[in-house]
């Protein structure tokens, strides 16, 4: 009897966690075979290098090129801010200031794409078109939002990467008469270099993939990128601006313009999967 | 004896929160000798040689009174320039602690932590450290290896070469060679009669076969209070207190 | 460089993360507060009132819906991963390499997979079922975490002690592993709500964007996320929007405060 029960209990545990693998493979199955068709009957040359988007001709190098310079533009602001963040969260920090702290970068992380999206609408584009002209709505406005939404997954990553380094290196340190900036700068942070670069990793497939708040405020043109105060389509935005009318194929051209975004983000995830196995071994 | 001491404490108290782990500490340390610490565990053996280079700074709640002269200067005045302080006087740690870098890189961190920039003279530096901590003919041929690759006696060697690379008047070691095997210990100790030369050398071991081997003053701990201190021959053969007869000889600690 | 340069550096990066949080926050308070009005919580929606109750109350169904399916799922698979199966198994490489997959594909793909496979292909047409399972997947690799680092820390001896008493398997799981691993798939749980309250581009090809409260499974709707993006994107409900910012923000706070306190708790309890 009460074997009976362990061995049911096995086979429905076991059951639930065949899920995950299960959504994965259809996800994969379904996207690839609704966007891979497309690419190939139109040429996967033209898909990927045509810089023409509209309702006939799908070229979708603007929104791969807005997506890579939207990224990097936001890892140029927020990684360097996060990780400062992290060291003073990590090492400068009181404990009394550290209890409010931990609890807002958490927040920080919990806050909707859509709060961020508004907030930047209303402060950041009018800021961009004020002070440097053109229409606000613009590759400028979007990289300053995702440079500030990558901000909590690159702090959390990186100071629990400073503080996984043994003390020891700290006080080493300090016995050679260093200062506390020297062995923080010197010893601790390149000791957490795999942990600070996989908080970079993270951050760069949050931002690559984020939707509805770049929409909000990027200007969604899809012709090549002209500059910092013109507007930029990526490929999540292309998706969202014209699913809710597609059809035919079009509406194929958008699930295909999903499946590049998903080899993007695979292959980001594949690189953060090695450093992290690296770092456990 | 007429010489003044290398470094003179006087009265020194150590306090954690509420515990106190020091209750006035004297003791002399004369220059170019080692002078080791010995005593059951928890006495203050340890939290006593942290004081000599402010390394119980690091740790929060814990607070001092009293006096440590280096040379004359007191290192509790507020002018004291900690950097150099510990600069003057090297430390060792019980656990080898190189950082993750090259052997190269852990020697050269600390000139490079004063201001030297220079190639030439980093080489320079980098082999001297290692020759006299004894280990250049063991790493010489690669340099930029990982230190955290080599044995553990290796990396203490290390961790003593990158100490003295900063040029140290003083080297404290809290029990250098706990973690070692017996190969590697006798390799340190050989070392420290060596260093001896021209370091002043303090050394706290939980090892009392160590003490009198390679020390030639002892301080015997207990409970915070340092019971006697004396030539290390005359402890082991004939100390004046009986609870410091009492530990040689093993009926405590 | 200097040290008085990477100190600087440190507390400026520092200043500038936390004015950016606390200038979002009080910007959204102080403009959308005055724009709480009765009319924005009336029962139907019409254009005039431009009443986010509807939305309010299908995002409750959601999150229920979600949270109903998806814990289960994740905290059995916890079970699995962390008591039932041997740590080097071939199958539970499997499980968290697609669990860690799960968590790093964005909401956009979920979106588009629900509306290839759960609106067309499953032939569930815009719906509040269709919604709920897509995002039921999203949620899993977060539930599935926290369960399996909630179960690992209560640590072998605590069930060794079981097992020497001739508890079985299952006893020792669910009377003394689990009681003590709750506050953890607990705050697991929260987060996942929170994910589901701020979920908009996941949503908006599955649930779609109705305006009414959906009277069934199989009725379209849109939750309040939904809701403010869509009155940010027309433009002329401003106002509405703000308030409708005060409202989602202080669902995010309250469900931070909670996971935090839960947290808090934890770790009190773990010495």
């Known amino acids: ?281 | 004896m007429v010489t003044q001491p290398k470094i003179k404490v006087e009265d020194l108290k150590l306090w954690y929160g509420d515990f106190r782990a020091l209750h006035g500490v004297d003791l002399d340390i004369n220059e170019n000798e080692v002078t080791a610490f010995i005593g059951p565990s928890g006495c203050g053996k340890s939290t006593f040689i942290k004081t000599l280079n402010r390394m119980n700074d690091l740790i929060p709640y814990a607070r001092v009174e009293g006096k440590v002269e280096l040379d004359g200067q007191d290192i509790y005045s507020k002018k004291m320039d900690l950097n150099n302080l510990r600069k003057k006087v090297g430390m060792v740690f019980q656990q080898p602690n190189p950082f993750p870098k090259s052997i190269y890189d852990n020697i050269a961190y600390g000139p490079r932590t004063h201001g030297v920039k220079k190639k030439s003279e980093l080489d320079e530096i980098v082999e001297r450290s290692l020759r006299q901590a004894a280990i250049w003919d063991e790493v010489k041929d690669h340099l930029d290896r990982n230190a955290l690759s080599i044995s553990g006696g290796q990396q203490q060697r290390i961790c003593i070469a990158r100490a003295l690379a900063v040029e140290p008047e003083v080297l404290l070691m809290d029990e250098p060679t706990s973690a070692l095997d017996p190969i590697s210990t006798a390799k340190i100790e050989e070392l420290v009669s060596e260093l001896k030369q021209e370091y002043t050398i303090v050394m706290v071991t939980h090892n009392m076969q160590q003490a009198s081997r390679i020390s030639d003053r002892t301080a015997f701990f207990l409970n915070g209070h340092i019971i006697e201190t004396d030539q290390t021959r005359k402890i082991f053969t004939n100390p004046n207190q009986e609870e410091t007869e009492n530990y040689i000889s093993g009926r405590f600690g | 460089m200097g040290s008085k340069i990477l100190n600087g550096l440190v507390y400026l990066s520092t200043i500038l993360t936390f004015g950016a949080l606390g200038f979002l926050v009080l910007y959204i308070l102080f403009n959308g507060v005055q724009y709480l009005t009765p009319s924005l919580f009336e029962w139907t929606y019409t254009t005039q009132n431009v009443s986010m109750m509807p939305a309010l109350i299908t995002t409750l169904y959601v999150v229920l819906g979600t949270l109903f399916i998806a814990t289960p799922i994740g905290v059995f698979t916890g079970f699995y991963l962390v008591d039932y199966a041997n740590r080097d198994n071939k199958i539970v490489k499997a499980i968290s390499m697609a669990t860690d997959t799960l968590a790093g594909i964005p909401s956009i793909i979920y979106g588009l997979f629900g509306m290839l496979f759960f609106v067309i292909f499953l032939g569930l047409q815009f719906s509040l079922l269709a919604g709920i399972l897509t995002v039921t997947i999203m949620t899993l690799p977060v539930i599935i975490r926290a369960t399996e680092e909630a179960l690992i820390a209560t640590g072998m001896p605590i069930r060794q002690a079981s097992y020497a008493l001739g508890a079985g398997k299952l006893r020792t799981l669910f009377k003394v592993v689990l009681p003590m691993a709750m506050p953890g798939i607990l705050s697991g749980v929260i987060l996942a709500t929170g994910k589901v309250i701020g979920e908009t581009a996941a949503l908006m090809f599955t649930l779609g964007t109705a305006t009414l409260l959906p009277q069934s499974l199989l009725a379209s709707g849109r939750t309040l996320s939904l809701h403010m993006f869509i009155l940010s994107g027309e433009g002329h409900n401003v106002n509405e929007a703000y308030a409708t910012a005060v409202v989602l923000l202080l669902f995010v706070l309250v469900i931070n405060g909670l996971s935090t306190f839960i947290s808090k708790r934890l770790s009190k309890g773990g010495k």
């Open chain 1, 1 to 281: 009897m009460n074997d009976l029960k362990e061995k049911v209990a096995h086979g429905v545990f076991l059951l639930a966690a065949i899920t995950s693998i299960l959504s994965l493979v259809v996800i994969v199955i379904f996207i690839f075979t609704n966007g891979l068709p497309m690419m190939i009957d139109y040429g996967v040359f033209d898909f990927l290098l045509g810089t023409t988007w509209n309702r006939t001709t799908f070229g979708i190098l603007p929104m791969i090129v807005g997506s890579i310079v939207v990224t990097i533009g936001a890892v140029l602001i927020g990684v360097p801010v996060g990780i400062f963040t992290a060291i003073f969260m990590a090492e400068f920090c009181p404990p009394s200031v550290y209890r409010f702290l931990k609890p807002a970068v958490n927040l920080m992380a919990g806050i909707p794409s859509i709060l961020y999206g508004f907030f930047a609408l209303r402060i950041i584009v009018p800021w961009v078109r004020d002070t440097f002209g053109g229409p606000g709505n613009s590759m400028l406005a979007a990289i300053l939002l995702l440079g500030i939404m990558i901000l909590p997954t690159i702090i959390s990553l990186s100071e629990s990467a400073i503080r996984s380094v043994p003390r020891s290196y700290y006080s080493g340190s300090i016995a050679l008469g260093a200062s506390k900036e020297r062995s923080i700068f010197a010893v601790l942070v390149p000791a957490a270099k795999s942990g600070i670069f996989s908080s970079v990793v993270l951050g760069v497939g949050r931002a690559i993939g984020e939707t509805m708040a770049v929409v909000m405020v990027a200007g969604n043109q899809p012709i090549m990128p002209r500059g910092l105060t013109q507007g930029v389509r990526t490929l999540t935005t292309n998706i969202v601006m014209e699913m809710a009318y597609a059809s035919g194929q079009h509406r194929d051209a958008l699930v295909a313009t999903g499946v590049v975004l998903f080899v993007f983000v695979m292959l980001i995830n594949g690189i953060f999967l090695y450093i992290k196995n690296k770092e456990a071994k």
